[in-house]
C-alpha cells in the first residue's frame, strides 16, 4: 500500500518561488513515473511536470517550463517541484501522482495520487 502526501503550499506574491514536496510511504521503490498536476477551480486538471525513471529524463507543460523543475531524491523517497518566478495563472491546487507500469507519455495512467497542497500566487 503506497501513499503520496505533498507539502511545501502556501501564498506568495508574483514572481516569488515555492518548492512543493511529495513523499511516498509504503512500497513505493520502482515507480515508472512520478508527475505533478494542478487544478484551479472551475477548469480541468492540468499537467505540470514529470519524471521518468529509467531515462532520468523530464517533461513539462509549455505553460511552466523553463520556470518549474522537478527532481527527485530516491533515497528518501520524495519527488520535488521547484516553482520560480510564479504568476497568479499559476494558483491552484497541486497533486503528485506516481506510475507503477511503463508509460508512454504524462497522460498517464497513474496509480496513486496524493491530496494534494494549494498554492496561491497574489499579484
Known amino acids: 500500500q503506497v501513499q503520496l502526501v505533498e507539502s511545501g503550499g502556501g501564498l506568495v506574491q508574483t514572481g516569488g518561488s515555492l518548492r512543493l514536496s511529495c513523499a511516498a510511504s509504503?512500497?513505493?521503490?520502482?515507480?515508472?513515473?512520478m508527475a505533478w498536476f494542478r487544478q484551479a477551480p472551475g477548469k480541468e486538471r492540468e499537467f505540470v511536470a514529470a519524471?521518468?525513471?529509467?531515462?532520468?529524463?523530464?517533461s513539462y507543460s509549455d505553460s511552466v517550463k523553463g520556470r518549474f523543475a522537478i527532481s527527485r531524491d530516491s533515497a528518501k523517497n520524495t519527488v520535488y517541484l521547484q516553482m520560480n518566478s510564479l504568476k497568479p495563472e499559476d494558483t491552484a491546487n497541486y497533486s503528485c501522482?506516481?506510475?507503477?507500469?511503463?508509460?508512454?507519455?504524462?497522460?498517464?495512467?497513474?496509480?496513486?495520487w496524493g491530496q494534494g497542497t494549494q498554492v496561491t500566487v497574489s499579484s
Open positions: 509504503g512500497r513505493s521503490s520502482g515507480f515508472w513515473a
Open positions: 519524471f521518468f525513471r529509467s531515462s532520468g529524463s523530464t
Open positions: 501522482a506516481a506510475a507503477t507500469g511503463p508509460i508512454r507519455n504524462w497522460n498517464g495512467p497513474y496509480t496513486y
